[in-house]
């Protein structure tokens, strides 16, 4: 038994040499090849100064920051979107999913229509709709709504008074020439893309959690309402908790897809990391180097929240015990 | 029926197939498997390795390096398979745009084929591959084309670092600005705090960029992927102001505005932007070839030779002319092309100046003017050196 493993084991580790080994060789001839054309590679540029502008930035950036800082900037406006857009849609798809279970049949058929719509419809045809309905809808600029003091509305987006700016403690929106200036802005672009990414998650969320639940074997729901539970400490105490470990998983990788489908942010005009590094790759010319930069950063996103995820599931296994 | 998905589910390497007699005809199976089939249509060729490991090692080794063995003469390459194959934009009215048959033409569709008619006597025999903004480079140095022509500005960090060489310039463009009437501007410098819609991929923004913090001022820029995504939203009032090259703001204006008389093209040309065609480094005749060929366009309309004239032309007396359309000195041996390498570009796609009119000039409909792309000896920039 011993032989075995420790056979099995050296087996392993030669092949996982032998994978190091070809993705070596691989980058060494791309390597070769690109310093036989005369073509520049490296990561220096990231050094440079970018050189050109990002519309909105939770990053303080300017166009004489560096590459690296541009960069930063693009995946701190993807979080700003991905992040909120990862609760509202688990929050909006739990609700629909249990909604799909109700007994009331227009609440039923509601959630059904909802999720079958916005699940069937490509997201990159439900964000260019949205963007294009908001824009058009929206005052301009010039002629923005005030909703309240200081706050104003138009295809500019929501402007907000925010802390700090040029003239004191707080920057307030006022009326220019070009529209609004200054406070803080959320921009048509940023939230098309929230609503947009969290409507449609929000879909395969109501699935997972629907499926979840019945897959509850129906014996437990019986015995806790002949036990004299009520429906929602049925749901809270007996189904929920039961649910939750099969919900987890596959609620996981919605998470991930959404993070990775924030990158349709280019098509509506939202600088998110791809937005910038596209604008990156083609004023350096740099375009393995960017595109490696990308996947590099997605990666890392979807092993962080894949390790969360198991972080979770030990965490509601435990809970799911205890109750 | 199982067992056919079974064989399909990965490549047939060489070896298996050499080494198993029983192998049933795997010619006709492959037409079920269509991913990995056609390299491996003929087994009979196919080297005896006993293991599939070392062989499949080997097949891979092999297409990793192909691409560094074809570092050679483009020439040859084009000639031996009886086509050009040109990188262009996936949509430029006026520079390269197909038609609803699928005809490509523009300014930069016919640098191609004045290309294809001087060095393989037939203007048609041009694969266009439409290429975005991110995708150009890489095509032209993985040599997934010959040349790319494809409204291409040329600067240093592009000439110097990218392993390519830019040959000649077949127009002077500069970016600028479209902006509402109703806004009553007269100057891009009163764009202050303007939220500016632009399409990605260009130099457009590091320009934008850089006048205005020159001028001291601040502006947003709204950056769309794709170009009907930015018309449409600075069409929809989301942006005060839109900026590209002024050769397509002329057509912007005029085709894709709801209205063209509510806008208005403001003065300022904020860069220069000389677009050219490029070709991969390390290749210094085709360098040439496609260099002179734009030469001798430019030098064609300086001499009056023109599609219809030049039958007369080759008779001409000037011996600028006889040199130009190969009738005196043989410059096509210097280039590695036949005698009548230019005449034959010119009556392909006409000189430039009718190159112009047709794609973006009065013919066409973007009516440019011809403004800076003019003859030099016609207060334009134009200039061909001599054909001797």
Known sequence: MQGRRRRELAIQALLAAALLAALWWLLDVTAANMAERGIRSGFDFLKEPAGFAIGESLLPF???????????????????????????????????????????????????AYVETLRNVPLLLQLLAWYFVVTDLLPLASEALQLAPHVFLSKSGLSLPW????????DLPLRGEMGIAGGAALTPEFLTLL????????????????????????????????????????????????????????????????????????????????????????????????????????LILSLLTA????????????????? | MNRRRANCRWPRLPAEMAGTAAAPAPVARMHSCPTFAPRLTDPMKLPNIARPWPAAIALLALLLHLPAAHAGRTLDQVRQRAQLVCGVSTGVIGFSSADSQGRWNGLDVDVCRAIAAAVLNDPNKV???????????????????????????????????????????????????????????????????????????????????????AQGIKIKPVVF??????????????????????????????KEAPRPDDYLILPELISKEPL??????????????????????????????????????????????????????????????????????VKAVGNYGEIFQRNVGSASPLKLPRGVNALWNKGGLMYAPPIR
């Not at chain 1, 969360?308 to 109750?323: K, M, V």
């Open chain 2, 225 to 254: 992927e794709k170009f009907e995504a930015s018309i449409k939203a600075f069409f929809s009032g989301r942006c005060q102001a839109y900026t590209t090259d002024a050769s397509a703001l002329a057509f912007i204006r005029s």
């Open chain 2, 276 to 345: 050219g065609p490029v070709v991969r480094r390390g290749d210094d005749e085709w360098f040439a070839i496609v260099k002179w060929v734009i030469f001798a366009l430019i030098e064609a309309e300086e001499y009056g030779v023109t599609q219809a004239n030049l039958e007369q032309m080759k008779a001409s007396a000037d011996p600028a002319i006889q040199r130009l359309l190969g009738s005196a000195e043989d410059s096509g041996k210097l280039l590695g092309l036949e005698r009548d390498w230019a005449a034959r570009a």
């Open chain 1, 62 to 112: 300017d166009s004489a920051d560096s590459t690296l800082w541009a960069l930063a900037a693009g995946l701190a406006n993807t979080l700003r979107v991905t992040l909120p857009a990862i609760v509202i849609s688990t929050l909006l798809g739990t609700l629909i999913g249990l909604g799909r279970l109700s007994p009331n049949l227009l609440l039923r058929g509601l959630c059904i």
């Open chain 1, 195 to 298: 609503l947009g990414l969290s409507l449609y998650t929000a879909a395969y969320v109501a699935e997972t959690v629907r499926a979840g639940i019945q897959a509850v074997p129906r014996g437990q729901s019986d015995a806790a309402l002949a036990l004299g539970l009520t429906r929602v400490q049925l749901f809270r105490l007996v189904l929920l908790p039961q649910a939750l470990r099969s919900i987890i998983p596959p609620l996981t990788n919605q998470q991930l897809s959404l993070t990775k489908n924030a990158s349709l942010a280019v098509a509506i005009g939202y600088p998110d990391l791809v937005s910038v590094a596209n604008t990156t790759l083609n004023q350096t010319g740099r375009a393995a180097e960017c595109i490696a930069l990308i996947m590099a950063v997605y």
């Open chain 2, 127 to 213: 694969k266009y591959v439409p290429l975005n903004a991110q995708q150009r480079f890489t095509a032209l140095q993985s040599g997934e084309v010959d040349l790319l022509s494809r409204n291409t500005t040329w600067t240093l960090t592009r000439d110097a670092s990218l392993g390519l060489h830019f040959t000649a310039i077949t127009y002077y463009d500069g970016q600028g600005f479209l902006v509402p009437k109703k806004l009553k501007l007269t100057s891009a410098k009163q764009l202050k705090n303007a939220e500016i819609c632009v399409q990605s991929g260009t130099t457009t923004e590091k320009n934008l960029s850089d006048y205005f913090k």
């Open chain 1, 163 to 170: 802390v700090g700016g040029d003239g004191g403690l707080f």
């Open chain 1, 307 to 323: 390790w969360l995820s198991a972080w979770l599931e030990r965490r509601t296994g435990r809970w799911a015990e205890r109750s």
